[in-house]
């Protein structure tokens, strides 16, 4: 059974930095591309930041641009987004999900090609 599951949400002050982990069990997580989203409460859920299979290509939403990075560790099957200079409006459930486009890029603009999406971590930002 495919599986992601999230971890490494949150309190944190504004300013501050979080890691948020999605690891897969099941399958190779290499072998896909991997999407990070958000949905904040009352608002739709937005692409945050992908990296392709074999993890060539990453994107960011402008939001988070210069501020989170998304890498992998393959030796633990894992997706990681570090988050610094954390503000209120990153307030939000992340969730991941592996992309199933066999394709050598990355985009989180169509949500509708991401599979196994995790049951999510919270993130807080406030003072």
């Known amino acids: 059974q495919l599986q992601l599951v999230e971890s490494g949400g949150g309190l944190v002050q504004p300013g501050g930095s979080l890691r948020l982990s999605c690891t897969a069990s099941?399958?190779?997580?290499?072998?896909?591309?991997i999407g990070w989203f958000r949905q904040a409460p009352g608002k739709d859920r937005e692409g945050v930041s992908c990296i392709s299979r074999g993890g060539g290509t990453t994107r960011y939403a402008d939001s988070v641009k210069g501020r989170f990075t998304i890498s992998t560790d393959n030796a633990k099957n894992t997706v990681y987004l570090q988050m610094n200079s954390l503000k209120p409006e990153d307030t939000a459930v992340y969730y991941c999900a592996t992309d199933r486009r066999p394709v050598p890029w990355c985009s989180f603009s169509a949500q509708g090609a991401f599979d196994n999406w995790g049951q999510g971590t919270q993130v807080t930002v406030s003072s």
């Open positions: 099941g399958f190779t997580l290499d072998y896909y591309g």
